[in-house]
Structures are given as C-alpha cells and as structure tokens.
C-alpha cells in the first residue's frame, strides 16, 4: 500500500508560479511511476505529467510543456510539480498518482492522493 499526500496548492495571479509536492509513503516509492493529474470543475479528470521509477523518463499533456515540470527525490519520497506561466485555465484540484506496474503512461494508476487546489486568477 502506498498513501499520497499533496500540497503546495493556492491562489496565483496568472503568470505566476507554484510548486505542488506529494509525499509518499513505504519503503518501496523508488519503484513506482508517478503522475500528476488535474480535474476542474464540470471536466473529466486529465493527465499532466509522469516520471519514470528512476526519474529519467517525463511525460507531459501537451497544454503544460515548457511551462510545467516534474520531479522526484527517492531519498525524500517526493514528487513536484513546479508550475510556470500560470494561466486561469490551469485552475483545478491537482491529484498525485501512483503505479508499479508497467502501462501508458496516462495509467490506470493504482493509488490516489487527496488533491490539492490550484486557482489562477486573471
């Protein structure tokens, strides 16, 4: 089992940025693909951005690159996602994801975290 636990969330002029992290537990988070996924209201939820289990490998939905980058530390049990050029349609509740099994990178993921909001004003 694995427990995700995000934050990092708030209210940003658009522009600005944010830094969201998720915070695994058990011993094993070094052998798990991350994700990060959002959903905003009235929307299905959509994939944002993957690592591979060491880190080397990152996928993003094409409405975030250049802007958004992802990240792990193995030895913090952490994964970021540092948001750039925020813009009011990046707002919506962000959710880490998790998966040791080889798939699309998109999932199926097999745990969840909570979510946190992200707003972008304009």
């Known amino acids: 089992q694995v427990q995700l636990v995000e934050s990092g969330g708030g209210l940003v002029q658009a522009g600005g940025s944010l830094r969201l992290s998720c915070a695994a537990s058990?011993?094993?988070?070094?052998?798990?693909?991350m994700a990060w996924f959002r959903q905003a209201p009235g929307r299905v939820r959509e994939f944002v951005a993957a690592?591979?289990?060491?880190?080397?490998?990152?996928y993003y939905t094409d409405s975030v690159k250049g802007r958004f980058t992802i990240s792990r530390d193995n030895a913090k049990n952490t994964v970021y996602l540092q948001m750039n050029s925020l813009k009011p349609e990046d707002t919506a509740v962000y959710y880490c994801?998790?998966?040791?099994?080889?798939?699309?990178?998109?999932?199926?993921?097999?745990?969840w975290g909570q979510g946190t909001q992200v707003t972008v004003s304009s």
């Open positions: 690592i591979s289990w060491g880190g080397v490998n990152t």
């Open positions: 058990g011993r094993t988070f070094g052998s798990y693909r």
């Open positions: 994801a998790a998966t040791s099994k080889t798939g699309p990178r998109e999932g199926p993921y097999d745990y």
